[in-house]
Every structure is written in C-alpha cells, then in structure tokens.
C-alpha cells in the first residue's frame, strides 16, 4: 500500500452505527478509573500527560513516514530537535554538530549543553566520511541536517553513519526540509530522524508539533524516559490538527515542490541572480549525492543575489505581493525572508550575495513567478 492511502486510512475508528470518520479527541489532564487498584498499573495511561488515542495515530503515521519503530511526540520542531540530543548525551562528552543546523538548536547546544559539561563541535557539512578524523573517545552524538538550513548542502549521510557506528555514535538527522517523503535518513542507517512538523504536516501555519522516529525501539524508549523525566506533552487538540494534516500531506507536499524547482529553475537564469540553492538543480555542487540519496527535492530554496545593496534586498522581499514575510515554511502559503542576518558559519560556504530564502505554498507557481519579476523588475 503507497503512502497516501496509508494516511487516509491510519487511526480512524471502526465503522458501527453512524461513527465520525475520524478519532474523537479527549482532552484530558486527569484520568478517572473505577477501582483505585488500576492507579498505579504500568500498562495503561495514567494521566493526561501520558497521551490518547489521537496521538497514538499521529505516532503511527510518522512510524510510517519514515519506516521507524518508536516515535516521540514534541510540543514543538525546536523540541524535537533537542529532545534527542539531550538523551544521549552526559557530562563530559563531545558532540558534532552541522555548520549547516538550523540556528536555535545550534544555540541550545551551545547555550545549555555546555553548561552541562557537553562540548559541541562543528562540522563541515560537506566533510562526509571525513568526519571520523572529528570523532573522539567521548563523543556520542553526531547531528545532522540535509539539506542545510539556509545554505541547502547536502551530507553524506550513509558515509557519516558508517563513521558513526564504527565508534558507536549516535545519529540524528533534522529532516523537516523532506517531509520524509523524498529523504529516508532511517533507511540510510541513521538512528534517529527528526521532523518540525509545524510545517508541512501542520500544513495551514497555524500550530506548533514536532516528532522524534527512531529507526530502533530501545532507542525510542531511551527518548519517552526523558521526555517523561521533563514532562513535556503535547496536547490532544494539536495532535489531531498533525493527523488531520497528514491525510493532505502528499497531495500538498507534491504540489509545492514541483513549484519550488519550476521557481529555482527559473530564477537560476535571471540577470539579478548569482546563484540558486536547491540541490536538484544539476549545478548544486552536491547534485550527484541528492540524486543518490534523494527522490525530489523540497518547498524551500535559496536564492543567492548578485552583489547589491541591503536597501534592494530589502525592496526585492518587500515588493513581494503574493508571498508572506515571515519565518518557517511548509504552510499552503508562500513566504520570503532575507538571511544574511541570522547566517553564522564557520565552514563557509563563502557566498557571492546577499541571500534570500522562498518557501513555495500552493499557489500557483506562474503566479508566484511573476510576483517575484514584478518586484525585480522595480529594484534592479
Ligand atoms: C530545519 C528546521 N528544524 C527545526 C525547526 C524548528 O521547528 P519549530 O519552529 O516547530 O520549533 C525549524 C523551524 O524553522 C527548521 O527549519
């Protein structure tokens, strides 16, 4: 069975006399049973905090996403980022990171994990089975994200997992920009695959979710212990919305990312542009190892301008009619923000502009392409 007819069918009740298509939703802090002798059983939830029925569907759909065998559920992409780390790591040990990681979770390894005694490295993201030279007795996590946020490099992830397990190190791949539908990192070895699913499973940029699937299922109860230990939950209310999204999510997924290659091919031969970001474009210097890894790409790009000034970059983003100026990506709706302020790398890449990022909803992608040659047209 292909993946959509999974998610139109997964965690929905059984047909009796006239049932809603889809699962209640039991909104819950306590729980109440008959006899106090069931209080404290092991086998059954307790309390609100320990989930529903609802959340259980959401975790099977992401199970099924990414062919994983335990997931944890995060009260928001940042979370699940960071969930993970902080399960397996201790005092005194090293962990690497990627130049190209999505910035907060950057500042939580820097700004708490080192509190902690944790030593973060960084990694070059196109250092591929070189990194083994980076790994020590005491590092015991490696993170990964491919594509990078903002700068889109591609890893080589089976090469970094083979590293990884030769020194029993632990992987994690942020893997929001695929949706899990064009990249399996489980598939490819890594033990642990993240998702912001604030984006394209929230879909409607109206909700906060994240997700934690983990190839192995010791190491999904390794995770659910710390979760417990800091009690985060997540609410039954926003774990339907994810489910409800997931019923879409290929149709969405699919519609918006043939959009945002039709816009990266376009834009890669305008005059105003230096460069364009989207590894299924043939001269992404990491082209070869997408095609090996990859089976399409994703609704986010860069855009790297020729040299100008940061009034027309500014003027480029704010003539934008159709596409929204904000953070994030993945909703039905198109959006655009300019990067260089919140670009921090020490591996490079050197770029030769400024840089803007798209993100591509569903619109239509004409449309979408002449709303970014109207405000072109205006500043160059
Ligand atoms: C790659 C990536 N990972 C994680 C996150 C964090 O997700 P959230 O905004 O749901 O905390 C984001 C958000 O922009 C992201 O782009």
Not at 128 to 147: A, K, Q, Y
Not at 249 to 268: G, I, K, N, V
Not at 314 to 322: A, H, R
């Amino acid at each position: 069975m292909k993946l959509p007819t999974k998610f139109a069918h997964l965690g929905r009740p059984d047909p009796k006399l006239g049932t809603a298509v889809n699962p209640d939703i039991t909104r819950a802090s306590t729980l109440l049973f008959e006899k106090a002798e069931d209080l404290y059983r092991q086998d059954i939830r307790s309390y609100g905090r320990h989930g529903s029925q609802v959340h259980d569907a959401v975790e099977d759909a992401f199970n099924t996403l990414e062919n994983g065998a335990g997931t944890i559920l995060t009260p928001s992409g940042l979370s699940a980022c960071t969930l993970p780390i902080l399960a397996n790591v201790k005092a005194g040990d090293h962990i690497l990171i990627t130049d190209s990681i999505y910035g907060p979770t950057r500042y939580f390894c820097k700004g708490h994990l080192e509190k902690m005694g944790v030593e973060t490295e960084r990694y070059d993201p196109r250092i591929g089975g070189d990194i083994s030279t980076l790994i020590r007795n005491n590092t015991s996590v490696i993170v990964s994200e491919s594509p990078g946020s903002l700068t889109f490099e591609i890893q080589d992830l089976p090469a970094i997992v083979k590293a990884a397990k030769d020194k029993d190190v632990v992987t994690i791949v942020d893997n929001t920009w695929s949706a899990g539908l064009t990249y399996n990192p489980l598939n490819l070895g890594a033990d642990i695959s993240v998702h912001a699913a604030t984006k394209y499973m929230g879909g409607h940029s109206d909700i906060m979710f994240g997700a934690v699937v983990c190839r192995e299922k010791s190491m999904a109860e390794k995770i659910a212990k710390t979760r417990k230990y800091i009690g985060m939950a997540t609410s039954p209310d926003d774990a339907y919305q994810i489910l409800r999204g997931f019923r879409s999510l290929t149709t969405r997924f699919w519609h918006q990312e043939r959009s945002a290659f039709e816009l990266a091919s376009w834009l890669s031969g305008q005059d105003f542009v230096a460069q364009v970001l989207h590894p299924a474009l043939p001269d992404h210097p990491d082209h070869e190892i997408w095609k090996r890894d990859f089976t399409g790409g994703g609704c986010l790009f860069g855009v790297v301008l020729n040299p100008t000034s940061e009034a027309n970059v500014l003027g480029l983003i704010n003539g934008l009619k159709l596409y929204g100026i904000g953070f994030s990506y993945g909703g039905y709706e198109s959006v655009a923000i300019h990067c260089d302020p919140q670009l921090n790398r020490e591996h490079g890449p050197k770029l030769d502009g400024p840089l803007i990022r798209f993100g591509c909803g569903l619109e239509d992608a004409n449309d979408l392409k002449h709303d970014i040659k109207q405000s072109a047209d205006r500043v160059f």
